[in-house]
């Protein structure tokens, strides 16, 4: 006895091409996600530095709604003025945002239009790093312009779910 199996290669050789594609896709997908383009990793990293160099912000691209998350704000020793480095914070970023901590806290925080201004005492000559934890509460792009002394520079920030 023979068993007869009717096939149509046509068929099979369209799914086969499009299980192909679909393990691509998956590639692609996983392969982003390792090289932080759907989070963290080595490309989600960014730093943008202010045309005087009075500001440097260092963060990541991409980040997750409520996630912790944070950022380094990096100033060189010419941005301290009278033992003080003031920085300006402003864009939808500061509004998408709940800050969590800053590191060195702020000696006075002052709300201005679209954003906030921290004046942070220096205690040491040097650079000074401020480290400001937070977590996004808004989806989409956020933007921030960080500005020290009049020298800005922005930033831009996905959130994701």
Do not use: C, K
């Not at 020793?77 to 939808?92: K, N, Q």
Request: cysteine-free; glycine content about 10%.
């Amino acid at each position: 006895m023979t068993l007869q199996i009717g096939q149509n290669e046509r068929f099979q050789q369209r799914e086969w091409r499009l299980e192909r594609i679909g393990w691509v896709i998956v590639g692609v997908f996983v392969l982003a996600g390792l090289v932080g383009l759907l989070g963290t990793g080595p490309l989600s990293w960014a730093t943008a530095r202010s045309e005087q160099g009075l500001a440097t912000v260092e963060y990541q691209r991409i980040t997750h709604h409520e996630a912790d998350d944070s950022l380094n704000l990096v100033f060189p020793a010419d941005a301290v003025e009278d033992g003080t480095i003031s920085v300006e914070l402003s864009g939808s970023w500061i509004a998408g945002v709940d800050i969590q901590s800053i590191s060195p806290q702020p000696a006075e925080e002052r709300a201005i239009p679209d954003g906030v201004v921290f004046d942070i005492a220096v205690e040491r000559p040097g650079p000074t790093t401020v480290v400001i934890g937070f977590r996004a509460q808004e989806y989409g792009m956020l933007e921030a312009a960080v500005a020290v002394r009049g020298d800005t520079t922005s930033f831009t920030q996905l959130v994701l779910p």
